[in-house]
């Protein structure tokens, strides 16, 4: 199956900073989703993206689905961007989405 | 705005009870997804449905049967609940395979 790696793990930063969110994926994708998990386990959809670039306030994504990546982008970083993020992928040979371990950030004030 | 939502949040049942699940989303999507979230083994799919009555296993089937009677309800049925599928469940919907799909907010479910 394919497989998607997101990095860094782990991020810490204070509240202002600017973060890039990584994640690589092994196989050609039709579908490809960008998910901030809140305290409460509740996935919230940030961004639909397969290819190309969307911005969304203060997050913006892209994804060059030729060289297998993608990338999430969280500016001017407040408390409440704490969570786990999680990329997924939907490719040919699967069901449902398939998730990385996600980036887990906490923002401090 | 896509609306998924999901019968409870917190749910606690013995060892043996039969559990339902439900899951409704307002949007008249066809794919409908049932996930369970466990701490080092991430998101894993249970059972899909891509129409009413249709249903197809996903990569964790065993323990879990699902219902489709209607296309805006997916019940998840635990036939006699043990305690190693205490878990997070968590429903999507989706309009086709490779369109957006949409979580609902979760069930924490603890079998003791």
């Known amino acids: 199956g394919i497989q998607v790696e997101q990095s860094p793990p782990d991020l810490i930063l204070q509240e202002g900073a600017n973060s890039t969110l990584r994640c690589n994926f092994s196989?050609?994708?039709?579908?490809l989703q960008w998910f901030h998990q809140n305290p409460w386990g509740q996935l919230i959809n940030l961004f639909y993206i397969p290819s190309g670039t969307k911005q969304n306030g203060r997050l913006s994504a892209t994804t060059v689905a030729t060289e297998r990546y993608s990338l999430l982008y969280i500016s001017s970083s407040q408390t409440t961007d704490s969570g786990v993020y999680f990329c997924?992928?939907?490719?040919?040979?699967?069901?449902?989405?398939?998730f990385g371990k996600g980036t887990h950030l906490i923002i401090q004030p | 705005d896509v609306k998924v939502t999901q019968s409870s949040r917190y749910l606690v049942k013995r060892t043996g009870e039969k559990v339902f699940l439900e899951c409704v989303q307002d949007m008249d999507h066809e794919n409908m997804f049932w996930y369970r979230q466990d701490p080092g083994l991430g998101l894993r799919l249970i059972y899909f449905s891509y129409d009413v009555k249709m249903k197809e296993k996903g990569d964790i089937p065993e323990g879990y049967s699902v219902s489709r009677e209607k296309k805006e309800r997916f019940s998840l049925i635990l036939e006699s609940a043990s305690t190693n599928q205490t878990s997070m469940y968590l429903c999507t919907s989706g309009r086709g395979f490779s369109y957006e799909q949409y979580f609902g907010p979760g069930t924490r479910l603890t079998v003791t």
């Open positions: 196989d050609s994708v039709n579908n």
């Open positions: 997924a992928v939907k490719y040919g040979g699967a069901d449902g989405l398939t």
